[in-house]
């Protein structure tokens, strides 16, 4: 009985951890200043550089667009 209550603790403990939602920690960039920073939940399937685009200018390197790492 001890072991089942054992394994049964342990499988809740497991499907807690899977089910939480994960985010990312997003940067909005504008001519290479941040003007926005938030965190973006996570589709299934998705990672957070599928959230990036990125884009920089030929003169200096200014990054525009979003940053999710």
């Known amino acids: 009985m001890k072991k089942v209550l054992v394994a049964c603790a342990a499988i809740a403990l497991i499907a807690g951890f899977t089910s939480c939602n994960k985010n990312c920690k ?14 973006q939940e996570i589709d299934e399937g998705m990672k957070c550089s599928d959230y990036t685009e990125i884009f920089t200018d030929e003169d200096g390197g200014l990054k ?3 940053e999710c790492k």
Do not use: I, L, M, S
Not at 26 to 39: D, L, R
């Open 64 to 66: 525009t667009g979003v």
């Open 26 to 39: 997003c940067k909005t960039y504008a001519a290479g200043v941040v003007v926005k920073e938030y965190e």
